[in-house]
Structure formats: structure tokens, C-alpha cells
């Protein structure tokens, strides 16, 4: 079985400042994973996603992730806050067929 | 970009109606899913779809859901008699292989269809 554990629900960060959202999951396998954001009133956009390739992974808007087996952990890191980056934030498991599984999301907060 | 679109954005339903919720995956995509999630709750899956059949389904995905690829584009979710606990914001999303495969190439989902059943 596979799961997924977002382990903040809230982060609140100041403008211009590194975010880090934190996801550790179990697989019995060698999983894929994914960060999708959620803007309000808008669909699950994919941030990245790590399938085996490179170990930390680069996505869109200056987000990346770094995936360490010994940990389990797929923690996602921006170096610098944006206002626009105030969204809903789940980091997601592909562990076998076609079912993904999803945290139960981080809210990102930006503080001008 | 190539978008997964959903429609209608909201709908309510009286408890014991049917109801239909459509979608438009990317067109040269082959899978296709319907996730759900309840305010306050985790995303869960619904379906996948390929080939014109259901390839795995969740628990909860009883005999009341249904899904359908009526006409080639339009991939549709119904609901035979909504209960309360339907209530949820429903996400349909496609892919051109599985998340899994060797491109990795991720799903890409609608913006949503928020079912509140009364």
C-alpha cells in the first residue's frame, strides 16, 4: 500500500524568503512522485515530478524537490517567496498502475 | 497548453437525482480519471479509464457511479441517486500514457465540478 504525509497543513512565509513544504510517503515500490498546486477556483496544476530519473527534480516557477529514498522524503523548496505563490500545495504517489494517492495538501501563506 | 476541461463548474442536486458531470480530456490522451475531493478531506481516486473500459477502480466508486466514453471526446462521470455525502468537488484528468510510464509524463486534471447535493 502506499501513502502520503504532507506534514504541515498550514506554512506561512514572508515575501522574498526560501519555502519549504515537507512529504514523506511509503511505497513498497520504486514510486513516482508528483507536486501538484492548486490555486483558488482553479484545477491541480503539475509543479514536477520525479520518475527515477535525477534525484532533484526542477519544476516550473523556481520550485524544485528533492527526492531521498533513505528518508522517504519528497520535500519541495523555493528559494524565494512570491505573493502568487499563495496556493494549496499536494504532493502525490504513483506507486503502481494508474491511481495516484494524494496528501492531504500544505496552504502556503505569503506575507507581504 | 493543451487543457482538461470540465463542465458545469457547479451544480446542485437534490439528494435521490442523477447527475452528470462531463469532461473534455486532452485529445490525444488515452487514460482518463475521475478523482474526488470532500471539503476538508484528501484528493481520493475514483476511476481510470482506458480503452473504453474501467481499468481500476476505488472503493468507492460503487454501483451508483458510472463512467462513459460516449461520443470520442467527451468522457463523463454519472451519478444514478445522489446521497449527501456526494457532495464534493470532482476531478477529472487525463494522460497520454500511465504516470508511470517511461516519459513519466504526470496527469494533467480539470479545473473541477463542485457537486453539492441538498
Known amino acids: 500500500a502506499q501513502s502520503v504525509t504532507q506534514l504541515d497543513s498550514h506554512v506561512s512565509v514572508s515575501e522574498g524568503t526560501p519555502v519549504l513544504l515537507r512529504c514523506n510517503y511509503s511505497?513498497?515500490?520504486?514510486?513516482?512522485l508528483f507536486w501538484y498546486v492548486q490555486h483558488p477556483n482553479k484545477g491541480l496544476q503539475l509543479l514536477l515530478k520525479?520518475?527515477?530519473?535525477?534525484?532533484l527534480v526542477k519544476g516550473i516557477n523556481g520550485f524544485e524537490a528533492e527526492f531521498k529514498k533513505s528518508e522517504t522524503s519528497f520535500h519541495l523548496t523555493k528559494p524565494s517567496a512570491h505573493m502568487s505563490d499563495a496556493a494549496e500545495y499536494f504532493c502525490?504517489?504513483?506507486?503502481?498502475?494508474?491511481?495516484?494517492?494524494f496528501g492531504g495538501g500544505t496552504r502556503l501563506m505569503v506575507k507581504p | 497548453e493543451p487543457e482538461v476541461t470540465q463542465t458545469p463548474s457547479h451544480q446542485v442536486t437534490q439528494m435521490g437525482q442523477e447527475v452528470i458531470l462531463r469532461c473534455v480530456p486532452i485529445?490525444?490522451?488515452?487514460?482518463f480519471y475521475w478523482y474526488r475531493q470532500i471539503l476538508g478531506q484528501k484528493v481520493e481516486f475514483l476511476v481510470s479509464?482506458?480503452?473504453?473500459?474501467?481499468?481500476?477502480k476505488s472503493e468507492i466508486f460503487d454501483d451508483q457511479f458510472s463512467v462513459e466514453r460516449p461520443d470520442g471526446s467527451n468522457f463523463t462521470l454519472k451519478i444514478r441517486s445522489t446521497k449527501l455525502e456526494d457532495s464534493a468537488m470532482y476531478f477529472c484528468?487525463?494522460?497520454?500514457?500511465?504516470?508511470?510510464?517511461?516519459?513519466?509524463?504526470?496527469?494533467?486534471f480539470g479545473s473541477g465540478t463542485r457537486l453539492t447535493v441538498v
Open positions: 484528468a487525463s494522460s497520454e500514457e500511465t504516470g508511470r510510464g517511461p516519459k513519466g509524463y504526470g496527469y494533467t
Open positions: 511505497s513498497s515500490y520504486s514510486p513516482s
Open positions: 520525479y520518475t527515477s530519473a535525477a534525484t
Open positions: 502525490v504517489v504513483n506507486n503502481a498502475g494508474n491511481m495516484l494517492t
Open positions: 485529445s490525444n490522451h488515452l487514460y
Open positions: 479509464f482506458y480503452n473504453n473500459e474501467i481499468s481500476e
